[in-house]
């Protein structure tokens, strides 16, 4: 046995000894007869506190000391036939006593144990009720007068309630909530089926409107009767407004795409006019200008005799500003018919067609001292040849033209092949070259730099280079010093 | 003079003609130059049919040819021209101011002998002309039943 176990039968020793201390004492000072209550009240503590058994040890020991000490003959164990009824009176008093106390232990032990269940029931209770403010969604309980009895942080965080100041209040008068159909139908059929669910929109405690999804069970008690209404609800505000926006989207994008679809068709109704139009004045409006040009050189041939120098130079200019119209046509048709045309796309080898540019500028260039370096292999790129051969030449008379005044002209065309996606094209000459202040202007319509009679031009050829290249999703530019020389760039995607 | 074919010139432009005869001219292409001024005319000579009924049966030596004309255009014209046995080898010189791709690809689709886009340049149309018209009425062999050259 261990020593916690013996502790009581302890207990009923020195309850016995203190009493018998007592009772000895009191008989010193004359007060015979006073042990026995005090036996009586050491059983009964060695009981109430001790329990049945120690009792029992307690009753043993004090009958013996009773029979020892106080009962004749004195300090002799001797058992007369008054005295074990003296001791049977004592015994059954002391069992009563005991089984009072016996059961009030035992009913405390149901006590202590009843209350240990329910404190772990509560733990449990309070963890699963913590697990329900983790949840982001928003539930409340309510009963069957639409009045809150519960109300978790979720349901905190998206209405701006805290559980105290929601607890009590009618849901759907503290929500404001809009229902999409009469609540007596929804409640209705919530009792009905039990459950609902759907879309609403309610109004938090700052005012601000928000959308859930909300879902409703019935609880009901053993008996069937409804007693509460769990309501679950999901912030869903967020994926209308989203919803909403796609939607608008949609409809601006359809709205969009008839537009753009109109204006496609006036674009195409617009295109085949300045089709047309190009059609037109390349027939019509030349015919004339020959005409013009044709005329004024039989004058010249046949009335060169009877005409004085002034009137032979009008006549000279007449042909000389009717030729100048006749390229301006030429080029304005070409660079309009580049837009116009549709790209033949293949793969064109640059060297091939600067080979094919070069020899068509011998001619030109005939009697005139031009180094010409061309740079390593040059690279094939996706496009449509003749419209690449176009620019390139493009560049390269305009190099030759500018360089006209150079004693020794220097021309240089290469590529420079980077890392990028683009493979890079350009034409450097020593030649007059220009102010990078009108570098923007290089490229528009009928811009020129120069005087006509320094350098003839129409000022179409770099914006036809630009259109073409800008066609290829490449883009142009250049670099340039007065007097120092110009390059011309163009980038290309590498094919 | 001899030993030049007939030119059938189908011009519209009353100046484009006289340009086109002076040039001939400048070589002595001039004379036998036939001149209708709208693809219907053109189309009625060539069949000898209507005002050229009672032409000589011959076949032009070589047929220049405007693309712009009344009434029938010169691409229907040459098209006519490829598709009828007794014409279709009469050498074809398409004279236009047309620089348009679609033109010369169309012409060339039809069989054109050659296309010339007239120069505002008059020598250099000039230049042009006298290669045509010698190459065309005077070097080249006329198909038979043309008016053939005496060389």
């Given at each position: 046995?261990?020593?916690?176990?013996?502790?009581?039968y302890?207990?009923?020793?020195l309850?016995?000894?203190?009493?018998?201390g007592?009772g000895?004492?009191?008989?010193r000072?004359?007060?015979?007869?006073?042990?026995?209550p005090?036996?009586?009240?050491?059983?009964?503590?060695t009981?109430w506190?001790?329990?049945?058994?120690?009792?029992?040890?307690?009753?043993?020991?004090?009958a013996?000391?009773?029979?020892y000490?106080?009962?004749?003959?004195?300090?002799?164990?001797?058992f007369?036939?008054q005295d074990?009824?003296?001791?049977?009176?004592f015994?059954?008093?002391a069992?009563?006593?005991?089984?009072f106390?016996?059961r009030?232990?035992?009913v405390?032990?149901?006590?202590?144990?009843?209350?240990?269940?329910?404190k772990?029931?509560?733990?449990?209770?309070?963890?699963q009720?913590?697990?329900l403010?983790l949840?982001?969604?928003?539930?409340?309980v309510r009963?069957?007068?639409?009045v809150?009895?519960?109300?978790?942080r979720?349901?905190?965080e998206l209405m701006?309630?805290?559980?105290e100041?929601?607890?009590?209040?009618r849901?759907?008068?503290l929500?404001?909530?809009v229902?999409?159909?009469?609540?007596?139908?929804?409640?209705?059929?919530?009792?009905?089926?039990?459950?609902?669910d759907?879309e609403l929109?309610?109004?938090?405690?700052?005012g601000?409107?928000?959308?859930v999804?909300?879902?409703?069970?019935?609880?009901r008690?053993?008996?069937?009767r409804?007693?509460?209404i769990?309501?679950t609800?999901?912030?869903?505000?967020?994926?209308?407004?989203?919803?909403d926006?796609?939607?608008?989207?949609?409809?601006?994008?359809?709205?969009r795409?008839?537009e753009l679809?109109?204006?496609?068709?006036?674009?195409?109704?617009?295109?085949?006019?300045?089709?047309?139009?190009?059609?037109?004045?390349?027939h019509?409006?030349?015919a004339p200008?020959r005409?013009?040009?044709?005329?004024?050189e039989?004058?010249q041939k046949?009335?060169?005799?009877v005409?004085?120098?002034?009137?032979?130079?009008?006549?000279?200019n007449?042909l000389?500003?009717?030729?100048?119209?006749?390229?301006?046509i030429?080029?304005?048709?070409?660079?309009?018919?580049?837009?116009?045309?549709?790209?033949?796309?293949?793969?064109?080898s640059?060297?091939?067609?600067l080979r094919?540019?070069?020899?068509d500028?011998?001619?030109?260039?005939?009697?005139?001292?031009?180094?010409w370096?061309?740079g390593a292999p040059?690279p094939?790129?996706?496009?449509?040849?003749?419209?690449?051969?176009?620019?390139?030449?493009?560049?390269?008379?305009?190099?030759?033209k500018?360089?006209?005044?150079?004693?020794?002209?220097e021309?240089e065309?290469?590529c420079?092949?980077?890392p990028?996606?683009d493979?890079?094209?350009?034409?450097?000459?020593?030649?007059?070259g220009?102010?990078?202040?009108?570098?923007n202007?290089?490229?528009?319509?009928f811009?020129?730099?120069?005087?006509p009679e320094?350098?003839?031009?129409?000022?179409i050829?770099l914006?036809?280079?630009?259109?073409?290249?800008?066609?290829?999703s490449?883009?142009?530019?250049?670099?340039?010093?007065?007097?120092?020389?110009a390059?011309?760039?163009?980038?290309?995607?590498?094919? | 003079?001899?030993?030049?074919?007939?030119?059938?010139?189908?011009?519209?432009?009353?100046k484009?003609?006289?340009?086109?005869?002076?040039?001939?001219a400048?070589?002595?292409?001039?004379?036998?130059?036939?001149?209708?001024r709208?693809?219907?005319?053109?189309?009625d000579?060539?069949?000898?049919?209507g005002?050229?009924?009672?032409?000589?049966r011959e076949?032009?030596a070589?047929?220049?040819?405007d693309?712009?004309?009344?009434?029938v255009?010169g691409?229907?014209?040459?098209?006519e021209?490829?598709s009828?046995?007794?014409?279709?080898?009469?050498?074809?010189?398409?004279l236009?101011?047309?620089?348009?791709?679609?033109?010369?690809?169309?012409?060339?689709?039809l069989?054109v002998?050659?296309?010339?886009v007239?120069?505002?340049?008059?020598?250099?149309?000039?230049?042009?002309?006298?290669?045509?018209g010698v190459?065309?009425?005077?070097?080249n062999?006329p198909?038979?039943?043309?008016?053939a050259?005496?060389?």
């Amino acid at each position: 046995m261990s020593v916690r176990a013996l502790r009581p039968y302890g207990l009923a020793l020195l309850a016995i000894a203190v009493a018998l201390g007592l009772g000895l004492a009191a008989e010193r000072v004359g007060l015979e007869d006073i042990y026995r209550p005090l036996f009586i009240i050491a059983i009964i503590a060695t009981v109430w506190y001790g329990g049945p058994r120690p009792g029992v040890a307690a009753v043993v020991a004090g009958a013996l000391c009773v029979d020892y000490f106080f009962t004749p003959p004195r300090y002799a164990l001797s058992f007369e036939r008054q005295d074990f009824a003296n001791i049977g009176v004592f015994v059954v008093f002391a069992l009563v006593i005991g089984g009072f106390a016996a059961r009030r232990r035992r009913v405390e032990r149901d006590v202590h144990g009843a209350l240990d269940n329910l404190k772990k029931e509560v733990a449990v209770r309070t963890r699963q009720a913590g697990l329900l403010d983790l949840t982001h969604d928003s539930i409340l309980v309510r009963d069957l007068n639409d009045v809150i009895t519960y109300w978790n942080r979720g349901a905190e965080e998206l209405m701006g309630w805290t559980a105290e100041q929601a607890v009590g209040k009618r849901a759907h008068e503290l929500l404001r909530t809009v229902f999409p159909r009469p609540f007596d139908e929804i409640h209705a059929e919530l009792l009905r089926t039990g459950r609902w669910d759907g879309e609403l929109t309610k109004t938090t405690a700052d005012g601000k409107q928000v959308v859930v999804a909300s879902r409703w069970s019935l609880q009901r008690d053993p008996d069937g009767r409804p007693l509460a209404i769990l309501d679950t609800n999901n912030d869903i505000t967020e994926r209308r407004r989203r919803e909403d926006d796609i939607r608008r989207l949609n409809a601006q994008l359809e709205r969009r795409s008839q537009e753009l679809e109109a204006s496609n068709k006036e674009l195409e109704a617009s295109n085949k006019e300045l089709e047309a139009f190009a059609y037109s004045a390349s027939h019509d409006l030349r015919a004339p200008l020959r005409h013009v040009a044709a005329y004024a050189e039989l004058l010249q041939k046949t009335a060169a005799s009877v005409l004085d120098e002034r009137s032979r130079r009008y006549v000279s200019n007449v042909l000389e500003s009717a030729k100048k119209m006749g390229a301006l046509i030429d080029d304005l048709l070409a660079f309009s018919r580049i837009g116009r045309v549709e790209t033949r796309m293949t793969l064109v080898s640059l060297g091939d067609v600067l080979r094919e540019v070069l020899r068509d500028v011998e001619r030109e260039t005939a009697g005139r001292d031009i180094a010409w370096k061309v740079g390593a292999p040059l690279p094939s790129v996706h496009g449509d040849r003749s419209m690449l051969r176009l620019a390139l030449s493009n560049l390269v008379s305009n190099a030759v033209k500018f360089t006209r005044t150079r004693p020794h002209a220097e021309i240089e065309i290469g590529c420079r092949n980077g890392p990028s996606e683009d493979v890079v094209m350009f034409v450097r000459d020593n030649g007059v070259g220009f102010d990078m202040k009108y570098a923007n202007k290089l490229f528009g319509v009928f811009q020129r730099l120069h005087l006509p009679e320094d350098f003839e031009g129409t000022g179409i050829g770099l914006a036809t280079v630009q259109r073409i290249i800008a066609r290829h999703s490449g883009r142009v530019w250049a670099e340039g010093v007065v007097d120092g020389g110009a390059t011309f760039y163009f980038s290309l995607p590498k094919p | 003079m001899n030993g030049l074919g007939r030119i059938l010139l189908v011009e519209d432009d009353p100046k484009d003609i006289d340009l086109t005869l002076a040039a001939l001219a400048e070589y002595n292409l001039a004379n036998e130059v036939i001149v209708v001024r709208d693809g219907v005319e053109a189309l009625d000579y060539l069949h000898a049919r209507g005002n050229y009924r009672s032409r000589a049966r011959e076949n032009p030596a070589v047929v220049l040819l405007d693309l712009k004309l009344p009434k029938v255009d010169g691409l229907e014209v040459l098209r006519e021209i490829r598709s009828d046995e007794r014409l279709k080898l009469i050498p074809v010189v398409v004279l236009t101011s047309s620089r348009e791709d679609r033109d010369m690809v169309a012409s060339y689709k039809l069989g054109v002998n050659a296309y010339v886009v007239k120069p505002v340049d008059f020598h250099e149309f000039v230049n042009a002309v006298k290669e045509l018209g010698v190459f065309w009425a005077v070097i080249n062999e006329p198909p038979p039943g043309s008016v053939a050259g005496r060389k």
